[in-house]
């Protein structure tokens, strides 16, 4: 069993940067690939980035790359999504999720069976 602790959400101006944190407890031995997810009010959760137990490998959807950057520290146990140049369309509830697979294929909520409570991030100015 994995408990998940998300961190760092907030409210920033448009152009402006956030780091989240998700850390993670539990059976940490188990190898895990995290991912992020964040769903806005009125639409389905969507899959942001996911990285692999190890670190080496890492996806984004579309619409974050070159602004988002996934990173994880084994020794903390934390794992952290940088969130750069902002947008009203970010603004959503974003959730750390676990699944014990090496890969990172397939990022659906679904996929993933162990869930954190979520951090808001409203981006306004």
């Known amino acids: 069993q994995l408990q998940l602790v998300e961190s760092g959400g907030g409210l920033v101006q448009p152009g402006g940067s956030l780091r989240l944190s998700c850390a993670v407890s539990?059976?940490?031995?188990?190898?895990?690939?995290i991912g992020w997810f964040r769903q806005a009010p009125g639409k389905e959760r969507g899959g942001v980035s996911c990285?692999?137990?190890?670190?080496?490998?890492?996806m984004y959807a579309d619409s974050v790359k070159g602004r988002f950057t996934i990173s994880r520290d084994n020794a903390k146990n934390t794992v952290y999504l940088q969130m750069n140049s902002l947008k009203p369309e970010d603004t959503a509830v974003y959730y750390c999720?676990?699944?014990?697979?090496?890969?990172?294929?397939?990022?659906?909520?679904?996929?993933?069976?162990?869930w954190g409570q979520g951090t808001q991030v409203t981006v306004s100015a």
């Open positions: 990285i692999t137990p190890s670190g080496g490998s890492t």
């Open positions: 539990g059976f940490t031995k188990d190898y895990y690939a």
């Open positions: 999720a676990a699944r014990r697979t090496y890969s990172c294929s397939g990022l659906t909520a679904r996929e993933f069976a162990y």
